[in-house]
């Protein structure tokens, strides 16, 4: 039992660690917590739930081909990337100057409009999701390891890969770790804010939007509050990581996953939650700057 | 070669101050290309300020910054690094988790063209070889001198038309502080670079600069020849010392 839920902790924590890649550069830049990343997670599986629509999916019980999801995948990624830069744009920054505390309450207002947005639009029943490969699975050393598990992991690690290669390598990334490490300095090298706080929303955007297209087929399920969840627990992993750290962030996904797995399997399944955020207090109160530290600064 | 005019960095009746930032009553002051201006003063009496304002990262609330006659004051801070001015600030400000070359890159965040690049890079390692030592090394790693170095360095990757130093001798050894100044001296006689040191070490900047201005509680109270400013029994007792 310990290696299959290992397994299944792998698949749930590499989502968790896609979505708080996006909490922490955030973080790591304007040092407040995006509360509306959660929603535009939300907002991607129905992108996702809308483009099989379009290509006439049936999505009670229909299945998606793999061409077909990277065909949902690449879009809803891209919207979601253009609805973070409108998020920045208009809810954060004309306050960017302001109060952090100004800024925490108008993530709060931007999560609750877009879930409430996404409710009036989309209606607040849960919608099934088309689901990939009709459950076929495989086995390894007596765990069962399904076909979609195994794809939710590469598509993420080569995500989590293709993050840290444009991180490391490109200008604009390191442009990116500039900001984050002395803005005064950065803006002082002809390094333009708005484009860097702009880009970093776009990218954490869309890979949030990747984990929900990910989860909704994963699950099968599509509904408007189901950011909220996931929010505040790939929130948990960016802390567990050490916020503003993007590996630790990754780390701490992976990790949270597997904990809440073998938590939910040898404690009790109605517990995996509490024991996530049983994980956040933990942290909080021990090690608050998280198992990867920010590093110096 | 073409010969061009010298360019000019004037700064007129630069106000600014409020809050925690230190004040300025309307100042004056002005650099040209290949000439090197001190200003010195103690603590406290806006020489920062007077920088951060130039760079558009203060805000000033009167006066003018001109570059080649054109006013600045009101563009953003990097699209005043954009046209030529380079600030090295206070207290060094490395990326301390980016490596030297990545700082170095950084620097040239606004070169876009590689040969370009590559020659400047070529500009700095020659002139600070232990930066070329350490370029795979995390900025955060290295020492004060290396440091401050490697913010120096930096600001030359983009070939700026006005270089401007923030304390640079503050917190390192004198020996260190030596070696800095003299290639900041070469650096006058070599190129075009103008530049503007504002130091609370007066007597080294004085040393190597062709102007001084003294600023006190945020006003310009002398200005004259290095010479001059170095033999000036006022500027002597208050800022040299002996």
């Given at each position: 039992m310990f290696f299959q839920q290992l397994v299944n902790g792998l698949a749930v924590g590499s989502i968790y660690a896609l979505i708080a890649i996006g909490y922490t550069m955030v973080y790591g830049i304007l040092f407040f917590v995006n509360f509306a990343h959660g929603d535009i997670y939300m907002l991607g599986t129905y992108c996702a739930f809308f483009i099989f629509g379009f290509i006439g999916i049936e999505t009670t019980g229909g299945v998606i081909s793999v061409p077909?999801?990277?065909?949902?995948?690449?879009?809803?990624?891209?919207?979601?990337?253009?609805?973070?830069?409108?998020?920045?744009?208009?809810a954060?920054?004309?306050?960017?100057?302001?109060?952090r505390l100004s800024a925490m309450i108008s993530a709060l207002g931007a999560?609750?409009?877009?879930?409430?947005?996404?409710?009036?639009?989309?209606?607040?029943q849960t919608k099934p999701m088309p689901k990939l490969f009709a459950g076929e699975y495989f086995t390894i050393g007596g765990a069962i390891v399904s076909y979609i598990q195994t794809a939710v992991l590469i598509v993420s690690l080569v995500l989590m890969a293709a993050l840290h290669f444009f991180i490391?390598?490109?200008?604009?990334g390191k442009a990116i770790r500039a900001v984050s490490d002395d803005q005064r300095a950065a803006v002082l090298m002809g390094i333009d804010m708005d484009r860097v706080i702009s880009a970093t929303f776009a990218i954490g955007s869309a890979l949030a939007g990747a984990a929900g297209i990910m989860v909704g087929i994963y699950y099968g399920a599509v509904y408007p509050t189901m950011g909220a969840v996931a929010g505040i627990k790939a929130f948990t992993a960016a802390i567990l990581g050490g916020i503003g750290n993007i590996p630790g962030?990754?780390?701490g996904g992976v990790l949270l996953g597997i904990i809440e797995s073998l938590g939910g399997a040898y404690i009790s399944f109605g517990y995996r939650d509490a024991i996530a955020f049983f994980v956040l207090i933990i942290v909080l109160c021990l090690m608050p700057t998280g198992i990867l530290r920010k590093g110096r600064t | 070669m073409e010969e061009s005019s010298p360019m000019k960095l004037e700064v007129e009746q630069l106000t600014a101050g409020y809050g925690s930032i230190?004040?300025?009553?309307?100042?004056?002051?002005?650099?040209?290309?290949?000439?090197?201006?001190?200003?010195?003063?103690?603590?406290?009496?806006?020489?920062?300020?007077?920088?951060?304002?130039?760079?558009?990262?203060?805000?000033?609330?009167?006066?003018?910054?001109?570059?080649?006659?054109?006013?600045?004051?009101d563009e953003p801070p990097h699209r005043i690094a954009m046209m030529g001015i380079a600030q090295v600030p206070e207290g060094r400000r490395v990326f301390p988790r980016l490596t030297v070359l990545e700082n170095l890159e950084m620097g040239a965040y606004i070169v876009?063209?590689?040969?370009?690049?590559?020659?400047r890079l070529e500009f700095v390692y020659n002139l600070f070889p232990r930066l070329s030592e350490r370029q795979r090394q995390n900025a955060g790693d290295l020492s004060g001198g290396e440091q401050q170095m490697l913010v120096i360095g930096r600001a030359l990757m983009r070939n700026p038309k006005f270089l401007l130093l923030d304390e640079p001798s503050l917190g390192l050894a004198p020996m260190v502080v030596e070696n800095i100044f003299e290639i900041i001296s070469g650096l006058v006689g070599s190129s075009e670079v103008g530049i503007i040191i504002v130091e609370q070490?007066?007597?080294?900047?004085?040393?190597?600069?062709?102007?001084?201005?003294?600023?006190?509680?945020?006003?310009?109270?002398?200005?004259?020849?290095?010479?001059?400013?170095?033999?000036?029994?006022?500027?002597?007792a208050a800022y040299i010392g002996g």
């Open positions: 077909q999801f990277f065909a949902a995948l690449l879009p809803s990624m891209l919207i979601c990337g253009a609805i973070g830069m409108g998020l920045e744009k208009f954060y920054r004309p306050i960017r100057n302001g109060s999560s609750l409009f877009l879930c409430n947005t996404a409710m009036y639009l989309f209606g607040s490391r390598h490109t200008k604009l962030a990754m780390v | 230190e004040a300025l009553h309307g100042i004056n002051l002005s650099c040209s290309s290949g000439e090197m201006v001190a200003v010195i003063g103690s603590n406290g009496a806006g020489k920062s300020t007077a920088l951060n304002c130039i760079c558009g990262v203060v805000p000033a609330s009167y006066g003018e910054v001109l570059l080649d006659g054109r006013d600045i004051l876009r063209d590689k040969a370009v690049f590559g020659e070490n007066a007597a080294m900047a004085l040393s190597i600069a062709n102007r001084g201005y003294v600023l006190e509680n945020g006003r310009i109270t002398m200005e004259a020849s290095a010479d001059e400013l170095i033999c000036d029994e006022r500027v002597k």
